[in-house]
């Protein structure tokens, strides 16, 4: 049976060339890197290349990366390191990942509102920072990962900067960039942010394993303890052959990134007018070119259509796609990104996330486009297709 995978946004297939060095690393590399023996240094020589090249593709120093399990614990870092070593509370958008938005709630920290397409509202920034100077650090997400939209984060450390003097603690810029890093070059694009979280899966590295960087010599608390690694700020035994992966993935992606994201923009654009074209109770939730976007995501809302059965059907034909993020139980729960950016009642409930990634072939946009209205018209069958 034919088969689209459009869940690279949950996690997007490994690149070979990061296969094949870490099967390297796993085959001829024993070694822990804390240890003296010859084994161990070696172990050690491929951890800090990793560092290396990855701290050059972020833009920081490579005593700046901090490897960690992954983009969740790299998030979880940011936010408690900071607080734990100045103080103070956190803000983040109300469209973050779960992974920083838990954590800013659980540490009594606050959110700060979005516009329709997902954009930070400055000004309730700027109020919010004026209003308490015991803020220490603002985390807002680059790519939002279930609509795709686009930060101004220049735009928004314009506000950090202007707010710094009043906060005596200090105040820095977290992004996450775990759904952006495949499709634009963060070290050009978050160069003003003073911490940056990545993750493995998301640009054809392995799963469990993710970096924060860290620029500007921002001091970070450590949240894992027993054995100083990463110098003193995340415990516990490297996961060379994940950062070997991770780094090699990071590198093709950037020297393949022109190229993929070219094609995956026009298959997106194509997979997103073939469906709304197909129905008019299909809609794109932000629309289309109103604002920045990464280019795998196509974000749509169906009309009194709901999601677990449309997932259900789909899955039945052959289509992987999502709600929205992934969750430990695999259930689905009303999106906080959808209803922050204002979906109406009705296209809610029927939220559709496609994402395309660096594998993704013009077959699957024909089986998408050939099994997704079907599906969706089996849901609501009292709708008229358009004209």
Same mark, same amino acid.
């Given at each position: ?42 172990? %050690?020589?491929? +951890? $800090?290349?990793?560092? &290396?090249?990855? =701290? !050059?593709?972020? *833009? /920081?120093?490579?005593?700046? #990366? ?52 997902? %954009?930070?509202? +400055? $000004?309730?920034?700027? &109020?919010?920072? =004026? !209003?308490?100077? *015991? /803020?220490?650090?603002?985390? #807002? ?247």
């Amino acid at each position: 049976m034919p088969s689209a995978y459009l869940d690279h946004a949950a996690s997007t297939p490994a690149r070979p060339e990061a296969v094949a060095a870490m099967v390297d690393v796993l085959e001829h590399v024993p070694g822990n890197p804390s240890g003296q023996h010859r084994w161990a240094q070696e172990a %050690r020589r491929r +951890l $800090d290349d990793a560092r &290396d090249g990855i =701290a !050059s593709l972020l *833009g /920081v120093e490579p005593g700046g #990366v901090i490897f960690t399990s992954g983009g969740t614990e790299a998030d979880d870092l940011a936010v408690r390191g900071v607080l734990g070593a100045a103080g103070g509370r956190a803000l983040c958008s109300e469209i973050e990942h779960h992974a920083v938005l838990d954590v800013v709630h659980a540490t009594g920290g606050g959110t700060v509102a979005v516009d329709g397409t997902g %954009r930070l509202d +400055l $000004d309730h920034l700027a &109020d919010e920072l =004026a !209003s308490d100077p *015991g /803020v220490s650090i603002v985390s #807002v997400v680059l790519a939002n990962n279930e609509v795709g939209t686009l930060q101004d984060l220049d735009a928004i450390a314009d506000v950090v900067d202007q707010a710094r003097p009043s906060h005596p603690n200090g105040l820095v810029l977290h992004t996450d960039a775990v759904a952006a890093a495949a499709w634009i070059d963060v070290a050009e694009v978050a160069a003003r942010a003073d911490l940056v979280t990545i993750s493995g899966h998301k640009v054809g590295g392995p799963k469990g394993i993710g970096v924060l960087a860290v620029r500007h010599g921002v001091p970070i608390a450590p949240v894992l303890l027993g054995g100083g690694q990463e110098r003193e700020r995340r415990s516990g035994t490297p996961n060379v052959a994940g950062a070997v992966g991770l780094g090699v993935a990071l590198a093709v992606t950037a020297r393949d990134r022109v190229t993929v994201v070219g094609r995956v923009r026009e298959q997106a654009e194509r997979l997103a007018a073939g469906l709304t074209e197909a129905a008019d109770h299909v809609r794109t939730t932000i629309p289309p070119r109103s604002v920045p976007g990464v280019a795998n995501i196509v974000h749509l809302s169906c009309r009194e259509v709901a999601s677990e059965p449309l997932l259900f059907l789909l899955d039945e034909a052959g289509v992987a796609a999502s709600a929205g993020s992934s969750c430990a139980s695999g259930a689905l729960e009303p999106s906080h990104v959808v209803e922050a950016l204002g979906v109406p009642p009705d296209w809610a409930p029927g939220a559709l996330r496609l994402s395309l990634g660096w594998s993704t072939t013009d077959d699957e946009i024909d089986h998408a486009l050939a099994v997704i209205p079907a599906a969706i018209a089996q849901l609501h069958p009292h709708a008229e297709p358009a004209a």
